[in-house]
């Protein structure tokens, strides 16, 4: 079975600081690996995935993930918080298909 | 359209009322999903259609809930006989496909604030 696990449901962070939210998985099978951001009273949106290939994957607004296999870990960062970043992000896994096992979030808070 | 809609975005029922939620993904997609998110939480799988087929409905967490997809496109889920733990975001998200076909991933819609009181 699958399942995600992200550590500390509320980050704060000074704007222009770096921001981390962890992520850690469990799969059985390689994974498909995604980071959704979720602003108030707003749908989900795709901030980057990672199906295969290099394992830094790059996405909107300045962030970026690694995948680490060794570490089941899949963390988003972005090198300078901006207060518009603060939103609810979601870690989520698939496994060769669209359906998605999500993690509980983690809720950035930038500060000025 | 342009992306994921759903209607209404807000309903307030009593409880034992039925309700019936309405999503419109994007225009082609093939695969259309229901998840369910309450308060705090992360979306919770309800149920996958592929075209008008469903295929997957092992999220849904009673023979309360009922999904359906006539025509491959507009899909509805109801709820009947509404308790107060069913208050919750319910999310839709379409795809193209398998995310090894099209690699574009699942959009998801704005979604329905359930209250029931």
């Known amino acids: 079975a699958q399942s995600v696990t992200q550590l500390g449901s509320h980050v704060s962070v000074s704007e222009g600081a770096l921001v981390l939210l962890r992520c850690n998985y469990s799969?059985?099978?390689?994974?498909?690996l995604f980071w959704y951001v979720q602003y108030p009273n707003q749908g989900l949106q795709l901030l980057l995935k990672?199906?295969?290939?290099?394992?830094l994957v790059k996405g909107i607004n300045g962030f970026e993930a690694e995948f680490k296999k060794s570490e089941t870990s899949f963390h988003l960062t972005k090198p300078s918080a901006h207060m518009s970043d603060a939103a609810e992000y979601f870690c989520?896994?698939?496994?060769?298909?669209?359906?998605?096992?999500f993690g509980t979030g983690t809720r950035l808070q930038v500060f000025p | 359209g342009a992306g994921v809609s759903q209607s209404p975005r807000y309903k307030v029922a009593k409880r034992g009322q039925d309700v019936a939620l309405r999503c419109d993904p994007i225009?082609?997609?093939?695969?259309l999903f229901w998840y369910q998110q309450a308060l705090g939480q992360g979306p919770e799988f309800l149920t996958y259609?592929?075209?008008?087929?469903?295929?997957?409905k092992s999220g849904l967490p009673s023979d309360r809930f009922f999904a359906e997809r006539p025509e491959g496109s507009v899909s509805t889920l109801k709820i009947q006989r509404t308790q107060q733990e069913d208050s919750a975001v319910y999310l839709c998200?379409?795809?193209?496909?398998?995310?090894?076909?099209?690699?574009?991933?699942?959009?998801f819609g704005p979604g329905t604030r359930l209250l029931v009181l």
């Open positions: 225009s082609g997609h093939v695969s």
């Open positions: 799969s059985s099978v390689p994974p498909y």
């Open positions: 990672y199906t295969t290939g290099a394992t």
């Open positions: 989520a896994v698939s496994k060769n298909t669209d359906k998605l096992i």
């Open positions: 998200a379409s795809s193209g496909g398998r995310i090894d076909w099209t690699g574009r991933g699942v959009y």
């Open positions: 259609f592929q075209n008008e087929a469903q295929l997957d």
